[in-house]
């Protein structure tokens, strides 16, 4: 069974830095897309970026797009997002998800959460301003 835990979480000020980890057991990262999306309270569900485990290409949404990164660590088959200048808007419950394998374009896998096979249960970030 594939699961999906995120950490790294947790109360940042405004200009700080959280990373977050995506820690996949029962899957190896072959021929896979992770993602990471976000949800704020009365929000929908929005995604933030993704990264191919075939290539390593990278794809970002606008708003974070310059301030995140999202990276493989292969040897313990996890996933990391670092946020640096974390603003106040980027307050969310944040998750990761996986396609596998991958068979979506990534603007697509961004824009259509019904694309993602499995999910994790989420992470709080909150940024005070």
């Known amino acids: 069974e594939v699961q999906l835990v995120e950490s790294g979480g947790g109360l940042v000020q405004a200009g700080g830095s959280l990373r977050l980890s995506c820690a996949a057991s029962?899957?190896?990262?072959?021929?896979?897309?992770i993602g990471w999306f976000r949800q704020a309270p009365g929000k929908e569900r929005e995604g933030v970026c993704c990264?191919?485990?075939?290539?390593?290409?990278?794809y970002y949404a606008d708003s974070v797009k310059g301030r995140f990164t999202i990276s493989y660590d292969n040897a313990k088959n996890t996933v990391h997002l670092q946020m640096n200048s974390l603003k106040p808007e980027d307050t969310a419950v944040y998750f990761c998800?996986?396609?596998?394998?991958?068979?979506?374009?990534?603007?697509?896998?961004?824009?259509?959460?019904?694309?993602?096979?499995?999910w994790g249960q989420g992470t709080q970030v909150t940024v005070s301003s």
């Open positions: 029962g899957v190896s990262f072959d021929d896979h897309a």
């Open positions: 998800a996986a396609e596998v394998p991958r068979r979506s374009n990534f603007p697509l896998l961004l824009g259509l959460r019904l694309l993602w096979d499995y």
């Open positions: 990264i191919s485990s075939t290539d390593g290409s990278t």
